[in-house]
């Protein structure tokens, strides 16, 4: 009964401050409510007014958003708070949104994120700090630790973890392999005997290759002494990242994995039984069950370690309810029952405790025993890291560089890009890039597609280019944090290019307008 009193004094007093100032909180803590307000709320809540005592609006995606209007509807009937619950869409597509609204006092007070937002969230003061007080207790360590920044406090109450499991054909491997030296061995005895086409195939760059570059002593950032991440200590040219990568070079030029990457390729390999081993997350399940492949999930070889991310709430700073919404998610999000549903509809491991100790899910339970799993890093500097270190690979396996030149190249790009180098840039990132001079496709910082800015205040580029369709973007300072589409907004779709034969390209970019002409002869 003391969690519901509270709320309803949580409701009487907030009223009163919010009439009496005028402010916008940002981190308030929870106090016991007086005796009088207690009988105010408790009356007030009797008498069952016609209008709600508060309001919150929840963004989250359409997998949750369902969950949130069922549980809307219950909370509203018994205390009187009224949850607007407004589907954005994906998990990724609440970002972008948030980070423009807030600041104008048009977001929401409780948004669904992932924990690696924290570096842009944190730093533009967008999100307010949380204290889940005794309920910490019930939380996964980790996804606490993930949504810890590097000023120690905690910033998202997390609901979800998830990473990549070790993905075997049961048929084709009896014993999972417990070292990348036996992987390939075992790869290439079917591969041998006409059972597989590789041993095993890339879905992806760096994240979805982790597993075997951190088992070689691999890192993308050290860690300082207060156990923080240090983006002045850049790992990809470390020794263990550049041995990783050439295992994977190896393994290429020997034929026993694709020279390219491809996720829907790797998983088609896998799910026709073409290739043993994958190394996929969660996400994938649903389609590989339905594949009908025979399959097990364990941990990788060599202790390898991928990356975890973890989805929770997060309160809205700019919020002029944030007592309210952290209130709402420490007593009432945070119970067995509400996280039990967000589990069942999710496919993801529980970060509550209570539930994850039910769950049956064998898939689930496996990657749930990978505990060396890596919280991607939530610095701003990670934004910096993806394109650069996915390239390097990517020109390793493909053998157009060595290992050791590639991630040489790409751990100077990154500190070159941490370090403001190339502050001002604007570059046109897209499929063309590797016809015009750069080493790889979709590159923010290739200097070879930086625009040269003219007399009149516009940026141009001139380039040739070879027939075919292409794809390109704006973006700003050699990064993606700021990129503009074909309409000229944030994150916005990409522009098309058309090219019937062999033509001269110049892109002129309106820094006014955020948009792109094209002149081809």
Known sequence: MKKLVTLFSLIAVLGLMLSACGPKATEAPVSEPTEAATEVATEVATEAPAEPAATLKIWADDTRTPILLAFAEDFKAKYNVELVVED?????????????????GEGPDIFIGVHDWLGALVESGLVAPLDLGAKADEFVPMSLEAFTYTDGKLYGMPYATENLGFFYNTELVETPPTTWAEVLEVGKALQDEGKVQYAFAMAG????????????????????????????DVGLDSPGMIAGVTYLADAAAAGLIPTTADYETA???????????????????DRIRASGVPYKVTTFPDNGAPFSGVQGFMVNAFSENVLL??????????????MQQIYE???RPSAFKPVLANTTDPDLLAMGQITNAIPMPNIPEMGSVWTAW????????????????????AANQVRA?????????????GSYQDKAGCGGQWDPACESTGMVKGDDGLYRLTVTLPAGEYEYKVALDGAWTVNYGSDGAQDGPNYKLSLPADSEV???YNPETKLVEVETK
């Open 88 to 104: 954005l869409g994906r998990v990724q597509d609440i970002r972008t949104p948030m980070i423009t609204a807030a600041p104008a």
């Open 205 to 232: 760059g760096g994240y979805e290759n982790l597993p075997v570059l951190t088992s070689f002593g691999g890192y993308i950032f050290g860690r300082d002494d207060s156990g923080a991440w240090n983006p002045n």
């Open 267 to 285: 998983h088609s390999l896998f799910e026709t039984g073409q290739v043993p081993f994958l190394m996929a997350g969660p996400w994938a399940l």
């Open 325 to 338: 919404a952290q209130t709402f998610l420490t007593e009432f999000a945070a119970t067995e029952e509400f």
């Open 345 to 347: 509809t999710g496919l």
């Open 390 to 409: 996915n390239n390097g690979i990517a020109l390793s396996v493909a053998g157009t560089q060595t290992s050791e030149a590639a991630m040489t190249d």
């Open 417 to 429: 890009l941490i370090q403001g180098a190339l502050a001002g840039m604007i570059n046109l990132p």
């Open 506 to 508: 110049t892109f002129t």
